[in-house]
């Protein structure tokens, strides 16, 4: 059974950085496709940003140059870098894994992981 483990959320001043990470376990293959989302209070869960076996990466326009999805395959782990943390991106934030071909055409959307994580959670302050 594919498990996923988000680490590395916490409380940060606004314009600082964090790293979260996501340890995956329970299969052998290269996972076909990653991701970051994220869920705010009273607000709908948001793609932030997915990433290919391969490497393709594509981001949510709201992050764009401020954070970096990566994965280290050997070590089945993704990371997402943030930096330049803004008061928007406080939320919760999941770890996603696992698509079918679907992922393609809408990368950021939740409907095509099969995978979740319990979620980290991030605070950004003024």
């Known amino acids: 059974q594919v498990q996923l483990v988000e680490s590395g959320g916490g409380s940060v001043q606004a314009g600082g950085s964090l790293k979260l990470s996501c340890i995956a376990s329970?299969?052998?293959?290269?996972?076909?496709?990653m991701g970051w989302f994220r869920q705010a209070p009273g607000k709908e869960r948001e793609g932030v940003a997915g990433?290919?076996?391969?490497?393709?990466?594509i981001y949510d326009d709201s992050v764009k140059g401020r954070f970096t999805i990566s994965r280290d395959n050997g070590k089945k782990t993704l990371y997402l870098q943030m930096n330049s943390l803004k008061l928007e991106d406080t939320a919760m934030y999941y770890c996603?894994?696992?698509?079918?071909?679907?992922?393609?055409?809408?990368?950021?959307?939740?409907?095509?992981?099969?995978?979740w994580g319990q979620g980290t959670q991030v605070t950004v302050s003024s």
């Open positions: 990433i290919s076996a391969g490497g393709l990466t």
């Open positions: 996603a894994a696992g698509c079918g071909s679907e992922w393609r055409a809408t990368p950021l959307s939740g409907r095509v992981y099969y995978y």
């Open positions: 329970g299969y052998t293959y290269n996972m076909p496709c």
